[in-house]
């Protein structure tokens, strides 16, 4: 095999996707690599030619892509389901966060709530907007750049409270995770894999694909802080 099998894929599937590139290769012998970057720098890059052969991304994303014709038809498939959770920096204060009331006296109560660009920021602004509390957070909510860690905030200072997909929070340094948000405010993200219409080896990307959908990459998502979507 001349090269590597490529993937692109956002931050929040980084680790799972990492470990398995490294299971596929010593098990099945096909050599993965994925680069890992903000789910809006992956999309323009997909939109701009990348040279690639699978993509993975939040399934509204790479539906869109396959709208557009640069993911093959029929081949998309969701692979796991992530958690938006809450943190705040390690040794700080740890707010209840039982209750939607826990939960707005949370937001009401930090200086600074930092969130993503990816579908967790969406969903979480929408949120806020739902809980009516746009106006009061306004000038406290803080962004992290495309590819940047909403918890590499809480460290910085810049924020001191921080929601971002559990798979990107759970092993930063400095950083404790609070937990999932509660009731109807919970909010998930599905991320999806399909095979780039740019891929020179379609059939061995969809090959790829199969054993990312597997039992056993299940089972490396779940200690990465997903889950699949037959989990209960």
Same mark, same amino acid.
């Given at each position: ?41 992956? %999309? ?60 707005? %006296? ?127």
């Amino acid at each position: 095999m001349d090269r590597d099998i490529s993937g692109l894929s956002s931050m929040a599937t980084r680790p799972v996707l990492a470990e398995l590139s490294e299971h596929i290769r010593l098990a099945h012998g096909l050599p993965v690599r994925f680069d890992s970057a903000g789910g809006v720098e992956i %999309a323009r890059r997909v939109r701009e030619g990348a040279e690639a052969d699978l993509l993975v991304l939040a399934d509204g994303a790479l539906a869109e892509l396959e709208k557009e014709g640069h993911v093959l038809e029929g081949t998309t498939r969701p692979l796991w389901i992530s958690q938006v959770v809450a943190a705040v920096a390690e040794g700080a204060p740890v707010p209840a966060l039982g209750s939607e009331s826990d939960l707005r %006296a949370a937001l009401t109560s930090a200086k600074g709530v930092a969130y993503s660009t990816g579908p967790s920021g969406t969903a979480l602004v929408d949120l806020i907007t739902r809980l009516d509390l746009a106006d009061t957070l306004c000038d406290r909510l803080v962004q992290a750049p495309p590819g940047v860690p909403a918890g590499s905030l809480l460290a910085s200072g810049r924020a001191d409270l921080a929601f971002q997909q559990h798979s990107e929070l759970m092993d930063l340094p400095g950083v404790v995770v609070i937990g999932p948000l509660p009731g109807d405010t919970a909010i998930s993200s599905t991320f999806s894999g399909g095979v780039l219409t740019a891929s020179s080896r379609p059939g061995l990307a969809r090959e790829v694909l199969d054993l990312l959908g597997s039992d056993t990459a299940s089972r490396t998502a779940r200690a990465r802080g997903m889950r699949a979507p037959g989990d209960q």
